[in-house]
């Protein structure tokens, strides 16, 4: 289960480098695949870009 918390943040960390907030993290936006052991984070719909000037 840690693992598992551990590329969660992992992923969330690459999406704040990239400028952009989530702003929905919940169970139903965390993909996570038993056979790959991949994390993928869904739905953006309530995203926040931030664009640096």
């Keep these: 289960m840690l693992a598992i918390a551990i590329k969660i943040t992992g992923t969330l960390a690459q999406i704040h480098a990239a400028n952009i907030i989530h702003k929905d993290i919940n169970l139903s936006n965390i993909v996570f695949n038993l056979q790959t052991g991949k994390v993928k984070i869904i739905d953006f719909?309530?995203?926040?870009?931030?664009?640096?000037n």
Excluded: N
């Design 45 to 52: 719909g309530m995203a926040t870009v931030f664009i640096s």
